[in-house]
């Protein structure tokens, strides 16, 4: 089955950049999205077709994709984006997700 | 606007099997496409499924393929998923969410808000 690799975790100070990557096997052939969740919550999507910003998603959440690797970038990042952020890709039909990352900013 | 509403929380013995319900409202419920997704304390996110609400083809995950089934209700507006031979490992909260195309991952996806499944003896 498809797999998608992520770092467990990433941790950065307030108001530095955060960059969290995503790499697949053909990766760069597959549209890839990005979650957001928190406790308690439904997941909000903040990336998809690899680069593109739902309404509403702050401007410092952008994303990259370059061959087989996706990057979720957050500029400035703020106390509020701490999450679990979860990369996403189509593949045979089935939805796979990413194993997670979990982004801890302090 | 598009609303999913799942039902509530569930407690179940292992071996047991468990249904939760995923109502839908705000546009045509034919247009769409119900996925679930399992997430589990400590792990991922995790596609379970999904249902065409048209035609009520389904598409499981592998993992759930030999106890899961998802049906809907045209005249109720809700789709439902069920998980049978429950494990502790099952425990999860449970998301459905609506869509127009056949793979999540488009801004006009709705999410529920989840529904936690517990299993324990």
């Known amino acids: 089955s498809y797999e998608l690799t992520q770092p467990p975790s990433v941790s950065v100070s307030p108001g530095q950049t955060a960059t969290i990557t995503c790499s697949g096997d053909k990766l760069g052939d597959k549209f890839t999205c990005w979650y957001q969740h928190k406790p308690g919550q439904s997941p909000v999507l903040v990336i998809y077709e690899d680069t593109k910003r739902p309404s509403g998603i702050p401007e410092r959440f952008s994303a990259s994709h370059s061959g087989n690797t996706a990057t979720l970038t957050i500029s400035g990042a703020q106390a509020l984006d701490e999450a679990d952020y979860f990369c996403h890709a189509w593949d045979s039909g089935m939805v796979v997700f990413g194993g997670g990352t979990k982004l801890t900013v302090l | 606007d598009v609303q999913v509403v799942q039902s509530g929380a569930e407690v179940k013995k292992p071996g047991a099997t468990v249904k939760i319900s995923c109502e839908f409202s705000g546009d045509t419920f034919t247009d769409y496409y119900i996925h679930w997704v399992q997430r589990a304390p400590g792990k991922g996110l995790e596609w379970v499924g999904r249902i065409d609400l048209e035609d009520g083809y389904t598409k499981y995950a592998e993992k759930f393929q030999d106890r899961v089934t998802m049906t809907a209700d045209s005249s109720l507006e809700t789709a439902y998923l069920e998980l049978s031979s429950l494990r502790p490992e099952d425990t999860a909260v449970y998301y459905c969410?609506?869509?127009?195309?056949?793979?999540?991952?488009?801004?006009?996806?709705?999410w529920g808000e989840g529904t936690l499944v517990t299993v324990s003896s």
């Open positions: 969410a609506a869509g127009t195309t056949d793979l999540l991952g488009i801004p006009s996806d709705f």
